[in-house]
Structure formats: structure tokens, C-alpha cells
């Protein structure tokens, strides 16, 4: 299921192991490529600058420097040199500085805010005249963005950054000296210090320089993982979303510089990688300068390259489309955004033997890098009218929008919506709002769908794509974003070559670096419309999302709710359909307060409470309930209503009817450590913890039995491979595992847990995975049938992997999992090539059925909409008194697919009292 998400790595890591160790030549006797290279071949350098190896006390290669060390480094150099300014741009989740550096000659470090003015004028071209215009091209320097260490075990990349800073303020080389008099070179010399210090402290501890591969210090455990940051997220995925402290961070530092040209380093592949990317090539960008720059970057570098030799490769499996990515986001706003990818170090320590028997350095890959930056660097002031002219043109083809489009959202108050304009704000995009009824003669909706006349009414939020940055907007807005030609014929002609191919013979790989398709209003379920009018709007202030928990409320703003405090109920109930609402109930369940619910509409107080809505009985609860709602709901922003009587007033039922029954406290354990995957395990913990204040226990494999579980009601096991789950979770502790579901315990999966859960030898679900063999246990009478129908199950195909694409679900609105959703259809990510057949014992919640499943991305013409039609997305597998809630992917992926997120929510808060409704 994960296929797509670490594709690159999981690239290595079969290289790692498909190389093995056979043949292995004496160390001693190889010769290092990186021998010819001398890291200090630029002088004369200037004493009073430190040689990072002088002040740490080793070569470089030879040891990690951790980022506390760095920082004292960082200290003496801001102390010696005239040519750097240290900016603190704010702090991790574990209290570390995030950096920027400004390097540059002193004349222009002294007027600093004067350049940043002027790039800042190239970058709305709306606000000046052309002449002053040109005057800034004739003399601005050009801004040059080096970011390093954002996965924070690709080791090199820091190690580079270090030695690259060295380089730029200690030589007094002639090119670079000419080069800081054109250019300020802008380093954030660690983008994620947490993840790089968990990885530095402990390889330092293990690394013994074996280049086997065998070797321990070749083993990242899975809880170091320093790819990821503190909360487990691959912050070079986190550009859509910016959900994480470092990227909303070093992005607002990016808006407020803008560079025209950025490197963002890694280092986990075979060989060097540089621009010009694969393809696809995100189509919002202008085509032929982007081309031309990545070409001109792509260029130096390698003539730098072939001088030592070394090989590299371009224009390969790193793409310029998903707009997550450093590269591409940049790219989106402005900058020639590049990756470079380096070959040594990281999981390949200081010494890794090639599948050819030689080795490869961590001071092989610290070099590569610092090679690139150095011709980055030259190039970027070589080129710096240049660029800068494009540079402008760039955001004045923008603001006058030869595609002109504007998106309109006409229900500026629903939680969604607001969350989804505050984001966009942060990525620099420009939100307005109409001040009257707005008549559109065309456009089309959020699915692509066309219509004529609509009216939209005043006080809507407006996004005009004719503004700075309205290939992003575009990007993110644009229910599809469509992918190179040239680029899906590769793909079928790949699909070809492999259906003529052995079922055991090797088949081509598909070039699909990510998902295809991340259009925000749909991942989000904001209801959004675009047309080719200009609509008349006026600029808004900054939307501030309500994206986080309020721990503890303070008392604050009372003002939605004050009327509880008069007006002594016999109860108080709220409608569950805000996510604030799931915040609040989550916050009152866990201090103790009783609360309940119906599946199905209730009438108190003279209204419907719709099914799902909360009840607090005053009966039932402690003196302070009525001050305590007061405060929550001017906290959380939740409308309560002060309920008189139980009498019912119509039909449905009031809130003593039996069919209100009491919500169990949510205790909530999840599995941390293998077989999980660490990115689903962080999303679900951040998004639980942080977003709804959800306290849960994380519980290592070794800890899943009765005896641990018989504290927790609902066990979230994360995405993970189905073979790892299998092969770790079986015998007495799975049986101890499915003692615990059926004694009310609330089991939820995802994407490979639910995989695993699917096989026929776990009995978690009667739902089989299509194509997964003859294990159903349906009658072959039934297979038969259902192979007959259209679109019926066919038992012996495994779809080709879909790499991620938005598909139209069909909702079961009776379902309590589907409580908060009020539309028949959904659109919801797919991924990879599980698709679950549907459950003949249990509930299926979201299923796929009819035509035009496709709503955006890359599907396969005559496979993927017609192995999906039939399966389900979302289960509900009752066993006994408990049940196995399956989803096939990841609930709020990458926290951009936060329209999922309900029915995870429903299935902690709903999902243990289900047996109350029941009386089960
Ligand atoms: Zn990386």
C-alpha cells in the first residue's frame, strides 16, 4: 500500500540488499575516487575562519557532526566573519534553533533589507513601474537558497552544508569573492536538526566504518529513522500541507527572500543525481524557462563533475510535479527549485562496498555535494541578470494569467473551507472575499464537472489565479493538474512489455514518483467552483485556522454560549458535525464527564439534533457541568444548546428515548515500532494527539496481549507491509489479539494492517484482497456469480498499482462510522493495488460502485476503474461484542486528505459504544 510514499528508498534498500556481499575485495586495495578531491583547493583562506575539522577535531567523513556541535561552530563563525548574518527563525518540536544564514560580501550584508526589498519588488511586478524593474535587475544580487539535511540520516547533506559554509566565508578565492559581490547565498543549513540528532547520536555510537553491508551500523532502527522529524513526518512531503513547525517555518522564510534558485540535498541514491528531473513536469510552471534553467544548472554541474570523473545521473525517477516536494514548491513560486541526491553516507555509513566490490565514502558524498554547490553558486552569479529577468517575468506572466481562473467558495464559515484558506495564505497565495452576489455565466465544480449559471453568493472567498503566485494556487486548486504525454506513453508502453512477460520473469518499472493527484478542495471537502470570469473581490486579512486541540481550555471568549450559564437544563446537547465538536467531546469524555448519543435524529428543545449529536445529562454529570460547557464552547467554538425537558415535541425520539445510549471513554492504545510504518504511525499520533487532543498510548508489538490490551478499547495498528504484519503477528498473540475484538474492543487498520487483516489465516474480516489467490472462502458458486455480473469480482487479477489517484466512493449514510458526512459520494484517495473485496458478515461503508469512478489522476484504461468497481474502502467487521474497522488507505494522508479524518475520529469516539446501541 505504501508503494509510492518512500518509493526512493525503498529503491536503496532493495539495491542495498539485491547487491549483497559476494566477492568482497580487499578495502585496503581500492582505490577511492574522492583521494583526487581536496576540499580546500580554493584558496588563499583567511585564518580567523576555523576549518570545521580544526574545531571538531576530525576530517571531514570521519565522524557526524551533531547539530550542538554545529551550532557552536556556527557561533565562532558569526563571531569572525564579516561575511555572514545568522537569522533564528524559530525552533523544533524539541526546542533545536532552525537557522538561516545570509552569506554574502559585506557591502551587501549591509543592506540586507534594501535586497530583500528589491526581490521582493521582481516578485509583484502589480506594485512598481518596469523602469524600476529593470534598475533592480541591473543591481540586485541574485538570492541562492541551499537547504540541507531535511531528511536527517542522508548524513552527507549536512556534512556538505558545513564545508560549503567554510568554503564561502574563509576563501578568498578570486571567483568567490567576485561571486558574494553578486549573490547572497541563503542556507538553512538543517531543516529537520531533530531527526539528524536522533541519527548522528546514534550512528556515532555504532558506526565502525565496515563497509559490509551486514554490519549493525547499516541498520537505522526503526525508532531512530532520522528521515523523519520529531512527529515522524518526511517533512520533503509536507509542502501541501504544511502541517509541520520546520516547514511552515522555512517556507514563510522563503516568501519573505525570494530566491531564484534552490537546492535542497539528499543523499540516498546509487549515483550523484542533478537536474534537468524526470518527467512528469508540473504544467503550471512556464515550461520553457523553467526547462532552460534546469539545463543551465544541470550543465555546470556536470562539466564540474566530469573533471573528477565521477559519474551521475539526470533526468530519472526525481520528477518536477507533486508539489509537496522542496524542488517543485519552489519551483512553483519562482526559483529554479533543484534536488541533489548524493551516494555515500547515510545508511551507508562512512564505508558501503558498491555491488562492483569498490566503496563508497561518506566523503565520497560530502564532496559531490559540495562540488554542486560550488557550480551552483558561480552559475547563479554568472547568470544573475539573467535570472533575475526571468525571475520577473516569471510572476508577470502570472499576475496577468494567460489562463485566467478564478475559484470561488460559497460556504466561507464550514471549518473545511476556513482551514483550507488559511493554508492557502501560508503558501503565499492571495484569498479575497466578494462583497456581493456573484453570477457565474460557466465554470466548472470541484469534480471537473461543467455547468452554466450559477450564483454564488456575497461574502464567498475568492482566489484569482492572476496574482504572484497563481501557478500554486492553480497547482493546489485545479481538481487535476495533467501529467506529461509523452510521459503516460512510457507508462502503457511499460504496462505492454510486462503483460507480455513471465508471471517470474522481471518486469519494467513504472515511473511514478508519488500520487497523482492531491487537488486540496477534494481532499479537504470544500465545496469550491472555478470559472474563467474575473470575479470583483476584495483583498482579506490573514484566516487563522482552528487547526489544533485546546488542551486546556482557559475561559476565554464565552461569548458563543453564555445562555448555558442562565438557563439550567435538565440536559445540553451539540451537533457532532464540526470537528470542532469532536475536539470537545473527546476533552469531556477524558475528564470524566458522561455523555451520549443516537445513530439516529433526536428532537429536544424544539429542534432535530441530527444522529451522531451529543447529549450531557445535568442528572448524570457533576455540579460544574453548565460552567464547564459554557467555557468548552466559546473554547472550541461549538454551538450548545440547553435542553428543558426530555419530552419529545414530533416522532423522533427525545433524549430519554432508548434509543440514546452512553459513549465509553476512548482509551486508545497504538502500535509503535515494527511491523508499523513509521510515517503512518506519526501522521495518526499528530493528527490525534495534536489536532483533536486525543490521549493515546503508543504500545510496542511485545506489548499486544490481554494482559495490556484489557486497559485500551480501541488498538490502531498503522500502514505497514502486510508480509512484515504476517510474519510479526501470529500464533497465541494473534488469538489473543482477536480475544480482545470480540470482547468489545475496537481494532482499527489501514492500507497493509488491513491487508493483513484480510488474509484468509488472521479471520479479522470475511473481506478478501481481489486477486490475492484462491483463498476466499466464497462458495465457487458465488464466485462464479459475481464474475458473470459487470464489474464483478474477478478472484485471479491483481490490479496494476494505481500510485495514487482520487476515485468517487459511494457513502453508507446509515453507518455510525459515516456520521458528520452529508453527501452520497466522496472522493477518496486510492493507492496501490489492495483493493478489498466487499465483506459479506460485515458493513461495508464506503464502496465504489457504478460508472465514472475516476475523478482525478492516473487511472489504467481498462483495469483500475473496473478492479475497484464492486470493492469497498471502508469496512465494519463485527466479531462478538467487538469490531475490526478496515480502511484501505490512510485516514488524513500526509494530513492533506483531512476529509478521511471523521471516519477515524468515529471509529475511536462511536466504535467502543457501539454494544451499548446494540445491548450486546
Ligand atoms: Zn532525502
Redesign the pocket.
Known amino acids: 500500500m505504501s508503494v509510492n510514499r518512500s518509493q526512493t528508498f525503498s529503491l536503496v534498500l532493495l539495491w542495498i540488499f539485491a547487491s549483497g556481499v559476494s566477492a568482497q575485495p580487499n578495502p585496503a586495495s581500492l582505490p577511492a575516487n574522492s583521494r583526487l578531491f581536496d576540499f580546500y583547493e580554493r584558496g588563499p583562506y583567511r585564518a580567523e575562519v576555523v576549518r570545521p575539522a580544526d574545531f571538531f577535531g576530525y576530517r571531514p567523513g570521519e565522524f557526524l557532526t551533531t547539530f550542538a556541535l554545529y551550532e557552536s561552530l556556527l557561533r565562532d563563525y558569526g563571531r569572525h566573519s564579516d561575511r555572514l548574518r545568522i537569522f533564528e527563525l524559530g525552533k523544533t518540536p524539541e526546542h533545536r534553533t532552525l537557522y538561516l544564514l545570509a552569506i554574502s560580501s559585506p557591502g551587501n550584508l549591509a543592506r540586507l533589507g534594501q535586497i530583500k526589498e528589491q526581490l521582493a519588488s521582481l516578485a509583484d511586478p502589480r506594485k512598481s513601474n518596469g523602469g524600476d524593474l529593470d534598475n533592480v535587475i541591473q543591481t540586485a544580487p541574485i538570492a541562492i537558497w541551499l537547504s540541507y539535511s531535511?531528511?536527517g540520516n542522508?548524513s552527507a547533506a549536512f556534512e556538505a552544508g558545513i564545508q560549503f559554509l567554510y568554503q564561502l566565508l574563509a576563501s578568498d578565492d578570486q571567483a568567490i569573492t567576485d561571486a558574494l559581490e553578486h549573490a547572497v547565498v541563503l542556507i538553512n543549513p538543517c531543516q529537520n536538526p531533530d531527526g539528524h540528532e536522533r541519527f548522528a547520536t546514534w550512528y556515532n555510537a555504532h558506526g565502525d566504518a565496515r563497509p559490509e553491508h551486514y554490519a549493525y551500523e547499516h541498520d537505522e532502527p526503526w525508532s531512530i529513522d532520522g528521515r523523519l522529524n520529531h512527529n515522524f513526518f518526511d517533512l520533503?512531503r509536507d509542502l501541501v500541507a504544511l502541517c509541520q513547525p520546520e516547514s511552515r517555518i522555512a517556507t514563510r522564510a522563503f516568501l519573505e527572500w525570494h530566491p531564484q534558485v534552490l537546492a535542497d540535498h539528499?543523499g540516498?541514491t546509487k549515483e550523484y543525481f542533478f537536474p534537468p528531473p524526470a518527467l512528469p513536469i508540473n504544467p503550471n510552471l512556464p515550461a520553457k524557462t523553467t526547462t532552460k534553467w534546469l539545463k543551465i544548472f544541470g550543465e555546470a554541474n556536470a562539466a564540474a563533475f566530469d573533471r573528477y570523473s565521477w559519474p551521475y545521473f539526470v533526468r530519472e525517477l526525481f520528477d518536477l510535479f507533486y508539489p509537496g516536494y522542496w524542488d517543485t514548491w519552489s519551483s512553483l513560486h519562482g526559483a529554479t527549485g533543484m534536488t541533489y541526491e548524493t551516494d555515500g553516507g547515510g545508511v551507508l555509513g562512512y564505508r558501503w562496498y558498491r555491488d562492483d566490490g569498490t566503496i563508497v565514502t561518506l566523503r565520497d558524498g560530502i564532496a559531490k555535494h559540495f562540488t554542486a554547490d560550488l557550480s551552483t553558486v558561480l552559475t547563479a552569479a554568472a547568470n544573475r541578470r539573467e535570472r533575475l529577468h526571468d525571475y520577473r517575468d516569471f510572476f508577470e506572466s502570472s499576475v496577468k494569467g494567460p489562463q485566467r481562473k478564478c475559484y470561488l467558495f460559497p460556504v466561507p464559515n464550514s471549518p473545511a473551507a476556513t482551514e483550507l484558506l488559511a493554508l492557502l495564505q501560508l503558501q503565499g497565495i492571495e484569498v479575497s472575499r466578494t462583497n456581493r452576489e456573484v453570477r457565474m455565466a460557466r465554470g466548472t465544480d470541484r469534480y471537473g464537472r461543467d455547468f452554466t449559471d450559477k450564483l454564488i453568493p456575497a461574502g464567498s472567498y475568492v482566489v484569482d489565479s492572476a496574482q504572484p503566485y497563481g501557478r500554486m494556487a492553480r497547482t493546489l486548486l485545479d481538481f487535476e493538474t495533467p501529467e506529461d504525454p509523452e510521459f503516460l506513453t512510457r507508462q502503457e508502453q511499460h504496462r505492454k512489455a510486462n503483460e507480455k512477460k513471465g508471471t517470474e520473469e522481471s518486469k519494467d518499472d513504472y515511473e511514478f514518483y508519488d500520487v497523482t493527484s492531491w487537488s486540496l478542495p477534494l481532499a479537504m471537502g470544500v465545496e469550491a467552483y472555478s470559472t474563467d470570469q474575473p470575479i470583483q473581490a476584495d483583498t482579506v486579512e490573514p484566516i487563522s485556522d482552528r487547526q489544533k486541540a485546546p488542551r486546556t481550555p482557559s475561559g476565554e471568549g464565552q461569548e458563543t454560549l453564555s445562555e448555558t450559564q442562565q438557563i439550567a437544563g435538565v440536559a445540553y446537547g451539540f451537533d457532532s458535525r464540526s470537528p470542532h465538536s469532536m475536539r470537545m467531546v473527546v476533552d469531556l469524555l477524558q475528564r470524566g464527564y458522561r455523555v451520549e448519543t443516537s445513530n439516529e435524529v433526536f428532537r429536544a428543545a424544539g429542534q432535530d439534533f441530527p444522529r451522531g449529536s451529543f447529549i450531557l445529562r445535568a442528572e448524570r454529570n457533576p455540579a460544574d457541568l453548565s460552567a464547564v460547557l459554557g467555557r468548552f464552547a466559546g473554547q472550541y467554538g461549538v454551538m450548545v444548546k440547553p435542553i428543558s425537558s426530555a419530552l419529545s415535541d414530533d416522532n423522533n425520539p427525545g433524549i430519554g428515548s432508548e434509543r440514546i445510549f452512553s459513549l465509553e471513554v476512548p482509551k486508545v492504545a497504538i502500535l509503535a515500532g515494527k511491523p508499523g510504518d513509521q510515517t503512518s504511525y506519526g501522521l495518526l499520533r499528530f493528527l490525534l494527539e495534536q489536532s483533536y487532543g486525543l490521549d493515546l498510548v503508543p504500545v510496542p508489538l511485545s506489548g499486544l496481549t490481554l494482559d495490556v490490551l484489557r486497559h485500551f478499547n480501541v488498538l490502531i495498528l498503522p500502514n505497514g507491509e502486510e508480509s512484515e504484519y504476517k510474519k510479526e503477528l501470529q500464533g497465541d498473540q494473534l488469538d489473543d489479539l482477536r480475544d480482545w475484538v470480540s470482547q468489545r474492543g475496537v481494532l482499527i487498520c489501514m492500507g497493509g494492517s488491513s491487508e493483513f487483516a484480510a488474509d484468509p489465516d488472521t479471520k479479522l474480516t470475511s473481506s478478501r484482497i481481489l486477486g490475492a489467490g484462491e483463498k476466499s472462502d466464497k462458495s465457487t458458486e458465488e464466485k462464479s456469480k459475481k464474475q458473470k455480473e459487470p464489474g464483478g469480482n474477478k478472484q485471479d487479477d491483481k490490479p496494476l498499482e494505481v500510485p495514487g489517484a482520487i476515485v468517487r466512493a459511494h457513502v453508507n449514510r446509515d453507518h455510525f462510522l459515516t456520521i458528520g458526512y452529508e453527501e452520497d459520494d466522496l472522493p477518496l484517495l486510492v493507492q496501490g493495488n489492495a483493493f478489498f473485496q466487499r465483506s459479506d458478515t460485515g458493513a461495508n461503508v464506503l464502496t465504489f460502485e457504478g460508472d465514472n469512478l475516476k475523478i482525478s489522476g492516473f487511472f489504467w484504461e481498462g483495469n483500475t476503474e473496473e478492479s475497484l468497481r464492486g470493492t469497498s474502502a471502508l469496512i465494519e467487521e463485527p466479531i462478538d461484542k467487538g469490531r475490526v474497522i478496515l480502511f484501505n488507505c490512510e485516514p488524513g494522508f500526509r494530513m492533506i486528505w483531512t476529509s478521511t479524518v471523521r471516519f477515524l475520529l468515529n471509529a475511536i469516539v462511536y466504535g467502543p459504544s457501539e454494544s451499548n446501541k446494540t445491548g450486546k
Request: aromatic share 0%; glycine share 0%; no cysteine.
Open positions: 531535511i531528511h542522508e520533503n539528499h540516498q
